[in-house]
């Protein structure tokens, strides 16, 4: 290390410290900085720490985390380093304040209902970035609901959700959402699978009637909608297919999926059967499904689909006969399927083997076109010679899950029982890039505690940053005050640009909400939300100018037949117009309200209280709402947010009159 670069490292920390102790001015000199450390017991490394991630006002974040909320239903928007919570962007879940789901975003939410069901509670897993040439390209961002085999789509100009599919094949999903290099499709693969659609029949049947599955989703990116009448599915046997991840660069047209429970365990503890947690874990090996989408895609487009619950499907034996599905062996119990950058090797993790194991793209494309298979499986499916795919195993630790690239020639593993990130080399033509052998683990940071997914900076791109790494780990035990019995995840952010063994922890970040799981991580700069919408009147749900949106002086009140009433309000500070809406007992009232602001962050909430109505009107905002005003009496609505010094001014009042 330079003097000047340990003389700006202590300047930094020095300033920091200032802060910390409460310093009403910048510290002058090192005294400061060594009472406080010594006060609160920091070591040189962790000022260090300190200084690396702290943002100070006017400084931004460099990277921007979409992490998946678990099964509060949401995203959750977080910057690094600062590793402060920005933003939860409403998905699955009614979320008051941003309205979702209390007036706006309802009809949306009723696209996911299930099996006729209202659903209001979702499981989100694995979000995914839209991409244009394997590159985050920050235009859309895909999630998936586990719970209830679900897609949403949001639009990253206002960070909200447009559109929310139901999967009318299966009922839950676990790889989902994925997408390949360009975006053409969003991939959704079934888990614990069921009978077709989830009709019932009895467990006996399991081999017979129950199937797994692969849903292409095709996206519309000039709409920015998934065109489900050009989407198709593809029938797989009924393992449990888990993650997966799509080709890059070299493998480019290819999908890579993981399966559990080869075994076809039907579980019966009730019945002193084997549970599933041994049942689905007896065999040596599970299966990594390799799929030619762009071949299967061609199949679909030939017409050689069956409907199935109304959706197109390419039958199994369709698919053998095409060639698109192969199979290979795997390590047992896998959870994570990454293609490295290049799209040349794929790297699985199996959570039962303390290896990952690395597969060869161009190993796998020779292997189909000889033919070196092993055999089949029991549906028929061809198995390549595991032998002759595979290219390396390196030994990580205990308890491997999901592995994440760097620009440097190192891969870098989450090991769920060792509580650890691993640091190893890729081989083969990144070899150079770093000074270890090829297939080599070169260290392993401890995380606390039980690390599952990890994300690196752009690590899952064709061109990752190898800047920052985050382990989003299970538990966090003793790492914060307590909060009774329920206690937060901890994400941990490493600073991994140190090529060699440095990799410490440099900030943990209680996540006090829902359990996330998967996230990504794209640089701040290739987004570009909007300030303010376009243009007064924006409806958000169209991202277009509503022709119906009231503007000033055309707000009013009118009577549209004995029992309809539609109200036209404008909402600036400090006021709404009109202040007064009197309807009659039963009427049915569609509502409409624009907010006529066009300074940044200008927001407006709207709420009437017994209504359960509650809206989030940013800056040119309109949004309609739609109730029968079936209970009598005299409501005060106001606006939600602290919008200007006269606020709680803000306000006006709904009277019902009630019937004779």
Not at 244 to 258: E, I, P, Q, R, T
Not at 278 to 301: F, P
Not at 341 to 364: N, W
Not at 519 to 544: F, H, N
Request: net charge negative; with cysteine; proline share 6%.
């Amino acid at each position: 290390m330079t003097r000047k670069t340990l003389r700006n490292r202590t300047l930094c920390a020095a300033s920091l410290m200032a802060l910390v102790s409460g310093s009403t001015a910048w510290a002058q000199s090192m005294t400061d900085v060594q009472s406080v450390a010594k006060e609160r017991g920091l070591s040189t490394a962790e000022l260090l720490a300190a200084a690396k991630t702290f943002t100070p006002t006017g400084m931004k974040d460099e990277y921007v985390i979409f992490s998946s909320g678990g099964h509060s239903g949401q995203v959750f928007v977080i910057g690094v380093p600062s590793m402060r919570l920005l933003r939860t962007i409403a998905v699955f879940t009614p979320e008051s304040w941003q309205g979702w789901g209390f007036g706006v975003g309802n009809e949306i939410l009723d696209e996911g209902n299930v099996s006729g069901k209202e659903n209001r509670w979702g499981d989100t897993h694995h979000p995914a970035l839209s991409e244009t040439n394997g590159d985050y390209d920050g235009e859309w961002l895909f999630i998936n609901d586990k719970s209830n085999a679900r897609i949403a789509v949001i639009d990253l100009r206002d960070f909200e959700t447009k559109q929310i599919v139901k999967n009318p094949l299966f009922i839950n999903d676990h790889g989902g959402a994925f997408v390949p290099p360009n975006t053409e499709y969003i991939f959704q693969t079934a888990q614990y699978n069921v009978p077709w659609g989830a009709d019932y029949a009895p467990m006996s049947e399991y081999k017979d009637n129950f199937r797994g599955a692969v849903t292409m989703w095709k996206f519309d990116r000039k709409k920015g909608r998934i065109d489900k009448e050009k989407s198709f599915a593809i029938e797989l046997p009924p393992y449990w297919q888990d993650i997966a991840d799509c080709g890059k660069l070299v493998s480019d047209g290819y999908f890579f999926l993981n399966s559990i429970n080869t075994e076809l365990a039907t579980g019966g503890i009730e019945q002193k059967k084997p549970p599933f947690e041994a049942g689905v874990s007896m065999n040596a090996t599970d299966y990594l499904h390799i799929i030619d989408w762009k071949k299967a895609e061609k199949v679909y487009q030939a017409g050689r689909t069956t409907e199935i619950k109304g959706f197109p499907v390419i039958p199994l034996d369709v698919a053998i006969e095409e060639g698109l599905l192969h199979l290979t062996p795997e390590p047992r119990s896998p959870h994570g399927v990454d293609v490295a950058p290049k799209g040349d090797f794929i790297v699985v993790s199996g959570k039962l083997d303390p290896h990952t194991t690395i597969y060869s793209f161009d190993k796998i494309n020779k292997a189909i076109a000889s033919k070196n298979f092993s055999g089949e499986d029991e549906f028929g499916v061809p198995v390549l010679d595991f032998d002759s795919v595979v290219e390396a195993q390196v030994e990580v630790g205990l308890g491997p899950l999901h592995t994440q690239f760097g620009p440097d020639g190192y891969a870098y593993t989450s090991l769920f029982l060792d509580s650890a990130v691993a640091r190893w080399t890729l081989g083969g033509q990144y070899g150079s890039m770093n000074p270890e052998p090829d297939w080599t683990l070169v260290q392993k940071t401890p995380v606390h505690y039980n690390i599952g997914h990890l994300g690196a900076a752009e690590g899952d791109t064709v061109s990752p940053d190898g800047k920052y790494l985050v382990a989003y780990n299970k538990w966090s035990v003793d790492r914060f005050v307590s909060t009774g019995p329920l206690l937060p995840q901890n994400f941990q952010l490493l600073d991994i640009s140190q090529q060699g063994t440095e990799m410490p922890v440099i900030y943990d970040m209680p996540m006090g909400i829902g359990e996330p799981h998967y996230a990504q991580i794209i640089k701040a700069d290739k987004l570009k939300p909007w300030a303010v919408y376009p243009e007064i009147g924006w409806d958000p749900m169209t991202q277009s100018v509503d022709p119906y949106a009231p503007r000033p002086k055309m707000e009013r009140v009118e009577r549209k037949g004995e029992h309809e009433v539609e109200v036209y309000m404008t909402s600036v500070r400090s006021h709404f117009t009109p202040e007064h809406v009197t309807v009659k007992q039963g009427d049915k009232v569609t509502w409409r309200i624009t907010n006529t602001e066009r300074a940044i962050d200008a927001t407006h909430g709207f709420s009437i209280p017994v209504y359960n109505i509650t809206l989030s009107l940013e800056a040119g905002e309109t949004a309609k709402i739609e109730f029968i005003a079936d209970t009598a009496g005299t409501f005060p609505f106001y606006c939600t947010e602290f919008c200007s010094a006269l606020h709680l001014e803000m306000m006006g009042y709904l009277m019902v009159e009630p019937n004779e």
